[in-house]
């Protein structure tokens, strides 16, 4: 069988086989856009997802025994096949979770890059050799030489808003260092990310080294994540299921990217233009849908006037529509989301907010808005609105704005725009995030830099080396000579 079952119904991979559930049972999938199916999948039980699992497991070792060049030569037509799929998947993306087509295909092929510049970094793992007499008592004779071994089978899970980079950035790794894969992706998504990998099935996947378990959350979820079998989690989303998914999977290791609130702090002698102009992408892009976004400007008193009539302008230039109008502010992911974010304006106008640019309210449709003297009492001040608003604290002087940052739940990114770099690094010394970009937006790329949050925004480090490190762990061969 194929990937594909109809125009809407597809399989998804188990042991290389496209199947469908043994119940027949499905979930649908729903365009932001028009709220019509783009697609089925299929619904599995616990116990298809137990054996899903225990395959990945069988055969780990195989795969772990195979050179590293082959592994990486997998990654190599793995990414060619993904190139060749560019228009289809691109495709899939803009009708499964409301991205523009261009911004859809954009990320099929930075994918491709990434997964290029894995397959290269993979090879370049390294263990080390340690002399016992560095330490008091302990003779020259004994000697430790540390390996980096897999840790087994890695569960990754992928979100929505990147189905197909936020997948293959935890499944390229985990492959090139030997670790089998499940793969759970979003339901919204989930399509583009079996198409994903049905380039990786064109390049040559041996059974079993990747299984996809798609369904619903609340029937294997869980089971998936507490699975004996399963070694390492690695995981994209929200806080709340991050943090769930770390209470649950007890005793491996589990890297978790989630939410942000992430700041810009304008100060006076920031170039307001190029400030706009980053605050503007950086807040609004995917209608804010990234967990990197801009999510609140913190700006000096003296240049707050200045700055809010430049991105007012800006944003009063963006189309809102429909992704298939290829519109700058598309529809959010679902009406649950965009009802929290209309909660977020509603609670910051009673409170007294200054309404500088109001967006239209159509559904899941929302246009920017912008919200100037934000107060600390305001809701939008401190919650992730994962959404088209944009929230504007005047503060006093720097001290102010790390003083709000640190008070934050949160701990992604921050931005700082200023000319002075001394002053920008005393000001990132002082913030309690994992990134601080400095006259730019708050962003992941590119994806070979180290990438993590702290606080409520998640555990360990990602990002292509360091999410390669994530998938290793220490073997200590102790030579007693
Ligand atoms: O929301 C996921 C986060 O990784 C966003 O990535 O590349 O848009 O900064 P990026």
Same mark, same amino acid.
């Given at each position: 069988?194929?990937?594909?079952?109809?125009?809407?119904?597809?399989?998804?991979?188990?042991?290389?086989?496209?199947?469908?559930?043994?119940?027949?049972?499905?979930?649908?999938?729903?365009?932001?856009?028009?709220?019509?199916?783009?697609?089925?999948?299929?619904?599995?039980?616990?116990?298809?997802?137990?054996?899903?699992?225990?395959?990945?497991?069988?055969?780990?070792?195989?795969?772990?025994?195979?050179?590293?060049?082959?592994?990486?030569?997998?990654?190599?037509?793995?990414?060619?096949?993904?190139?060749?799929?560019?228009?289809?998947?691109?495709?899939?993306?803009?009708?499964?979770?409301?991205?523009?087509?261009?911004?859809?295909?954009?990320?099929?092929?930075?994918?491709?890059?990434?997964?290029?510049?894995?397959?290269?970094?993979?090879?370049?793992?390294?263990?080390?050799?340690?002399?016992?007499?560095?330490?008091?008592?302990? @003779?020259?004779?004994?000697?430790?030489?540390?390996?980096?071994?897999?840790?087994?089978?890695?569960?990754?899970?992928?979100?929505?808003?990147?189905?197909?980079?936020?997948?293959? @950035?935890?499944?390229?790794?985990?492959?090139?260092?030997?670790?089998? &894969?499940?793969?759970?992706?979003?339901?919204?998504?989930?399509?583009?990310?079996?198409?994903? &990998?049905?380039?990786?099935?064109?390049?040559?996947?041996?059974?079993?080294?990747?299984?996809?378990?798609?369904?619903?959350?609340?029937?294997?979820?869980?089971?998936?994540?507490?699975?004996?079998?399963?070694?390492?989690?690695?995981?994209?989303?929200?806080?709340?299921?991050?943090?769930?998914?770390?209470?649950?999977?007890?005793?491996?290791?589990?890297?978790?990217?989630?939410?942000?609130?992430?700041?810009?702090?304008?100060?006076?002698?920031?170039?307001?233009?190029?400030?706009?102009?980053?605050?503007?992408?950086?807040?609004?892009?995917?209608?804010?849908?990234?967990?990197?976004?801009?999510?609140?400007?913190?700006?000096?008193?003296?240049?707050?006037?200045?700055?809010?009539?430049?991105?007012?302008?800006?944003?009063?230039?963006?189309?809102?529509?429909?992704?298939?109008?290829?519109?700058?502010?598309?529809?959010?992911?679902?009406?649950?989301?965009?009802?929290?974010?209309? @909660?977020?304006?509603?609670?910051?106008?009673?409170?007294?907010?200054?309404?500088?640019?109001?967006?239209?309210?159509?559904?899941?449709?929302?246009?920017?808005?912008?919200?100037?003297?934000?107060?600390?009492?305001?809701?939008?001040?401190?919650?992730?609105?994962?959404?088209?608003?944009?929230?504007?604290?005047?503060?006093?002087?720097?001290?102010?704005?790390?003083?709000?940052?640190?008070?934050?739940?949160?701990?992604?990114?921050?931005?700082?725009?200023?000319?002075?770099?001394?002053?920008?690094?005393?000001?990132?010394?002082?913030?309690?995030?994992?990134?601080?970009?400095?006259?730019?937006?708050?962003?992941?790329?590119?994806?070979?830099?180290?990438?993590?949050?702290?606080?409520? @925004?998640?555990?360990?480090?990602?990002?292509?080396?360091?999410?390669?490190?994530?998938?290793?762990?220490?073997?200590?061969?102790?030579?007693?000579?």
């Amino acid at each position: 069988m194929a990937l594909r079952q109809d125009d809407k119904k597809f399989h998804t991979l188990l042991d290389n086989k496209w199947v469908g559930s043994k119940s027949g049972e499905t979930v649908k999938i729903y365009s932001p856009d028009n709220q019509e199916v783009t697609g089925e999948i299929p619904a599995l039980s616990q116990a298809e997802v137990d054996a899903a699992v225990a395959k990945t497991a069988d055969v780990q070792p195989n795969w772990e025994a195979l050179d590293g060049t082959e592994r990486s030569e997998l990654l190599h037509r793995w990414a060619q096949e993904l190139e060749k799929m560019t228009d289809e998947i691109g495709d899939m993306i803009h009708k499964e979770v409301g991205k523009t087509l261009s911004a859809a295909k954009s990320e099929v092929k930075r994918t491709a890059q990434l997964i290029r510049h894995t397959a290269e970094e993979g090879l370049r793992t390294h263990g080390s050799f340690i002399q016992g007499d560095a330490f008091p008592g302990a @003779s020259k004779s004994t000697k430790a030489m540390v390996q980096k071994v897999p840790h087994g089978v890695v569960l990754a899970i992928a979100p929505f808003n990147y189905p197909v980079n936020l997948a293959a @950035s935890k499944i390229a790794p985990a492959l090139i260092t030997g670790n089998t &894969v499940v793969f759970k992706p979003a339901t919204q998504g989930a399509v583009s990310g079996l198409l994903m &990998v049905e380039a990786l099935v064109k390049a040559g996947l041996p059974e079993g080294v990747l299984n996809v378990v798609t369904g619903r959350g609340s029937v294997i979820g869980d089971f998936v994540v507490t699975h004996p079998k399963i070694d390492m989690i690695t995981f994209t989303g929200g806080t709340a299921t991050g943090q769930h998914i770390a209470k649950k999977a007890s005793m491996i290791p589990v890297v978790l990217e989630l939410g942000g609130k992430d700041p810009a702090i304008v100060l006076q002698d920031a170039d307001l233009d190029k400030a706009a102009k980053e605050i503007v992408s950086g807040a609004l892009s995917y209608s804010g849908q990234r967990c990197t976004a801009i999510k609140r400007v913190m700006v000096v008193n003296e240049v707050a006037d200045e700055l809010v009539a430049k991105v007012k302008e800006r944003v009063a230039a963006l189309k809102v529509g429909p992704s298939s109008d290829d519109a700058d502010i598309t529809p959010m992911i679902d009406q649950k989301s965009a009802d929290f974010v209309v @909660s977020l304006i509603d609670d910051a106008k009673q409170k007294g907010a200054t309404v500088v640019h109001e967006g239209i309210q159509d559904q899941n449709l929302l246009g920017p808005t912008l919200l100037d003297n934000v107060t600390e009492d305001m809701e939008v001040a401190w919650e992730e609105q994962f959404g088209p608003v944009l929230p504007f604290i005047r503060i006093s002087n720097e001290l102010e704005a790390i003083d709000l940052e640190r008070r934050n739940a949160y701990g992604l990114q921050a931005s700082i725009f200023t000319k002075n770099l001394e002053n920008a690094f005393t000001i990132a010394d002082k913030l309690n995030v994992g990134t601080v970009q400095v006259n730019g937006k708050t962003s992941r790329g590119p994806d070979h830099f180290p990438f993590l949050g702290v606080k409520n @925004s998640g555990q360990g480090v990602q990002g292509i080396g360091r999410s390669i490190d994530s998938m290793l762990r220490d073997k200590v061969l102790v030579l007693n000579l």
